[in-house]
């Protein structure tokens, strides 16, 4: 599953600690969603999205294979 949380951050500001801390997951979750090495919940999917006023289906999208 590809994402751009990367993206989001980069045109916030923000860290990876700044968007953990605002979902509450550790600044390693947040590493490991953004490099496809953890495909987050639903919950936290719809927090992620919700902090940057996106849908789920602007922040996340899925590859031929998911």
């Known amino acids: 599953m590809k994402n751009t949380i990367r993206v989001e951050r980069a045109i ?14 550790s600044r390693q979750a947040i590493n490991s ?5 953890y495909v987050p919940s639903t919950l936290l999917a719809l927090k992620i999205a919700a902090y ?3 849908t789920v289906n602007d922040i996340f999208k899925l590859e031929e294979g998911d």
């Open 33 to 37: 969603i953004e490099t496809g090495k």
């Open 52 to 54: 940057f006023g996106k």
């Open 12 to 25: 916030h500001e923000m860290t990876q600690e700044d968007l953990a801390n605002a979902v509450g997951v």
